[in-house]
């Protein structure tokens, strides 16, 4: 079985969203592994270096059966002023795998434009590095199709700040602005406007 990973926001010293990253863990793990798997109790793994608990870091932790590595790094959000659509039918990213080629072969096609949208079957999925939601009438819609069930974008659906859609490609052009996001970064704290979407 291939590398697994999961990206944890830690700020300030505070762990956020731990209990939908163990959730997402044992459900990989159940899938991949065995059915019978015990949990990963990740509060026993994590140990934020002294010189980390003040600001944004980025707990990163590679597993398999077990936890095989953890790192902590300070972590500052990409700028994102342009989008391309990039489309592959093949593409599968239903969990989170350490290898990431198929996502870095996509995302040298991007031009001049800051990052992707990937495109699957003439629907929007996710960008490289996260979910997407596209605002329409004050309200933020994030694809049914998305490659990867973020955390983040689980909790948005929870709290019934976004709702799932269909939405295509020849969509866009309904919507105002679009959204991208994870673990690391919330809704609507990197938005751009329609029009810098490549099509």
């Known amino acids: 079985m291939s590398l697994l990973i999961e990206s944890i926001k830690i700020f300030n010293g505070c762990i956020y969203n731990l209990r939908r990253h163990e959730n997402r863990m044992q459900r990989s793990r159940v899938a991949l592994i065995s059915k019978d798997i015990t949990p990963i109790p ?17 707990c990163r932790i590679v597993y398999k059966e077990d936890v095989q590595e953890i790192t902590y790094t300070s972590y500052s959000p990409y700028i994102i002023k342009s ?13 989170k795998y350490l290898d990431r080629n198929h996502i870095k072969e996509l995302y040298a096609q991007r031009g001049n434009c800051d990052d992707i949208i ?7 999925t996710d960008s490289s590095y996260g979910n997407i939601a596209l605002l329409k009438d004050g309200v933020w819609y994030t694809p ?3 490659l990867l ?6 909790q948005l659906i929870d709290q019934g700040k976004i709702l799932e859609a269909d939405i295509s490609v020849v969509d866009i052009d309904k919507y105002e ?23």
């Not at 391309?84 to 969990?95: A, F, G, H, R």
């Open 118 to 124: 990937m495109v699957k079957d003439r629907m929007l």
């Open 83 to 95: 989008l391309k659509l990039v489309e592959s039918n093949l593409i599968d990213y239903q969990y």
């Open 144 to 146: 049914l199709t998305c």
């Open 177 to 199: 602005k679009i959204c991208l996001f994870n673990a690391m970064i919330g809704l609507n704290k990197s938005t751009i406007r329609i029009p810098f979407i490549v099509k």
């Open 149 to 154: 069930n973020g955390t983040r974008r689980q």
């Open 42 to 58: 990740l509060r026993k793994y994590i140990e934020i270096p002294n010189d980390l608990r003040q600001g944004l870091v980025k």
